[in-house]
């Protein structure tokens, strides 16, 4: 593994640390008939933190704890924000694995990135939807 997919994922790992606080703010203040979906993607984001600790592991590589706590760049104290936090969330990560994608030297790598940097796209379009934005989706996503 290079030095710059080694960073790539240890960014997104971070991402993936923040995206799974951060779904227990959005799980405390989401609308109830969104408790499934919450639980879905909080699930997503643990999978996929897991799955990176492995993979930088399998590397070599020293892998660093979760920050203690996270802020959110907003308060979050009813439904819509929650939702807009959740969607902030996702394009953070969407972010991060643009990042892998474009960094990765192995195929491996690549995929990995590829495989999270979609699932986190679509979350976005979903939550997006949920907020009625028109359209939910955007050309490429991860791009800042």
Same mark, same amino acid.
């Given at each position: 593994?290079?030095?710059?997919?080694?960073?790539?994922?240890?960014?997104?790992?971070?991402?993936?640390?923040?995206?799974?606080?951060?779904?227990?703010?959005?799980?405390?203040?989401?609308?109830?008939?969104?408790?499934?979906?919450?639980?879905?993607?909080?699930?997503?984001?643990?999978?996929?933190? #897991?799955?990176?600790?492995?993979?930088?592991?399998?590397?070599?590589?020293?892998?660093?704890?979760?920050?203690?706590?996270?802020?959110?760049?907003?308060?979050?104290? #009813?439904?819509?924000?929650?939702?807009?936090?959740?969607?902030?969330?996702?394009? #953070?990560?969407?972010?991060?694995?643009?990042?892998?994608?474009?960094?990765?030297?192995?195929?491996?790598?690549?995929?990995?990135?590829?495989?999270?940097?979609?699932?986190?796209?679509?979350?976005?379009?979903?939550?997006?939807?949920?907020?009625?934005?028109?359209?939910?989706?955007?050309?490429?996503?991860?791009?800042?």
């Amino acid at each position: 593994m290079t030095d710059a997919e080694r960073q790539a994922l240890l960014d997104a790992l971070n991402a993936e640390y923040a995206a799974v606080y951060a779904y227990g703010v959005i799980d405390a203040f989401a609308s109830t008939e969104r408790d499934r979906l919450v639980t879905q993607y909080t699930a997503a984001h643990r999978a996929r933190r #897991d799955s990176t600790i492995e993979t930088l592991a399998a590397a070599g590589s020293t892998v660093p704890p979760p920050d203690a706590a996270y802020t959110a760049p907003f308060p979050v104290d #009813d439904p819509i924000p929650a939702a807009n936090f959740a969607v902030t969330v996702e394009t #953070d990560c969407t972010v991060a694995w643009r990042s892998v994608v474009e960094r990765a030297g192995t195929e491996v790598v690549r995929r990995i990135g590829i495989e999270a940097l979609t699932e986190c796209a679509l979350r976005v379009a979903g939550w997006q939807a949920i907020l009625g934005t028109n359209p939910p989706t955007i050309a490429f996503p991860g791009k800042v």
